[in-house]
């Protein structure tokens, strides 16, 4: 809300209120980067000229870019030593420092790849397709197969994917949503968790949430060593479990703890479970107790948008 009445003044040109309305919502989200680089324009348009430069430099900090040279809020102070030393700082982010390699390459071009899953004993991946309803499998040495067909039992956009290597399985989390093919409105908001045989693809069992209403998102899993598996359900906040053999989920998180939870990831022990919130939070669960407590970053690390988790080396 206070962004909005800031945005609007603005447009107003008053932009003495824009910059008490975006240090209000600032109050709520210290370390939101769009935040921090709004407060900055308004300050430069103020005339607060440190301030904009000491929150554009927070702002590159966060390995966050921002095209500066294109924002004429700027103008104020864009001959100054300060903006010209954030704006190089910010433009070198823009470097590549990745290191990775191609694993495979998928022929098909508008799969919008979500999930992938890799099976440690055959060496295959697992491909999840948002936008073609549909599960592929890559082999370890890169040939492309179906693994189920488009809309094939009743697959909606394929997002979070998990082997269970141990019990042969393949897990899927599958949504309705409005970027997959042949999306009915009935089918959207609606989200199950699907279970198949690894060896043959058959198809075992599936595991609505909500009982199969509305207002749903199966986005992610992780398999626990018990056999268990969790689920995040991204539109109703809710975190939920099928415990091995049940026939139902059930609630692990209930709803208003979390706001967005989407990937999940489960320390060695199984004793701890962690769930990115996507809008800016990392939480860690403890599973016996079921108490979650947020995980502290450096204040100069942007936890906005974080989707897939992984645990790895502590």
């Given amino acids: 809300t206070w962004y909005q ?17 975006l240090k209000k919502a600032a109050d709520l989200f210290p370390e939101h980067p769009a935040l921090q680089y709004r407060l900055a324009c308004a300050s430069s348009l103020v005339g607060n ?28 102070i864009r001959t100054s030593t300060g903006f010209l030393e954030v704006a190089a700082s910010m433009k070198s982010l ?14 098909q071009k508008d799969l919008i790849v979500e999930g992938v899953a890799h099976d440690p004993v055959e060496g295959d991946f ?19 197969t179906d693994f189920t067909t488009q809309k094939q039992d009743g697959l909606g956009a394929v997002l979070g994917l998990a082997v269970d290597s141990q019990r042969r399985q393949l897990w899927a989390c599958t949504s309705g949503v409005a970027q997959m093919i042949e999306a009915t409105d009935e089918e959207k908001g609606r989200g199950a968790l699907m279970k198949y045989d690894l060896r043959t693809g058959a198809f075992i069992a599936k595991y609505p949430l ?9 986005n992610d899993l992780v398999i ?3 056999g268990d598996v969790f689920v995040s359900d991204a539109e109703s906040g809710e975190i939920l479990r099928l415990l091995s053999g049940a026939t139902e989920l ?3 998180i209930e709803a208003g703890r979390l706001k967005s939870p989407q990937g999940l990831a489960l320390s060695p022990d199984n004793k701890l479970l962690f769930a990115a919130d996507y809008g800016g939070v990392l939480h860690r669960i403890d599973i016996a107790t079921r108490s979650a407590a947020p995980l502290h970053a ?3 690390v942007a936890l906005l948008g974080i989707d897939g988790l992984l645990f790895y080396k502590n």
Avoid: W
Wanted: aromatic fraction near 8%; proline fraction near 3%.
């Fill in 250 to 252: 059930k609630v692990f």
């Fill in 49 to 76: 000229h440190d301030d904009a430069i000491a929150r554009l430099r927070r702002v590159a900090e966060m390995k966050v870019y921002q095209d500066l040279a294109g924002n004429p809020d700027f103008d104020p």
């Fill in 298 to 300: 450096d204040p100069t």
């Fill in 126 to 144: 697992y491909v999840g397709s948002v936008h073609r309803r549909k599960i592929l499998r890559v082999s370890k040495k890169g040939r492309t």
């Fill in 210 to 218: 909500g009982g199969g209403g509305t207002g749903h998102n199966c």
């Fill in 224 to 226: 626990a060593s018990s």
């Fill in 5 to 21: 009445q800031g945005m609007t003044a603005y447009q107003a040109k008053d932009y003495v209120g824009y910059l008490e309305a």
């Fill in 94 to 107: 823009k470097d590549r420092v990745g290191s990775s390699q191609s694993a495979f390459r998928l022929a």
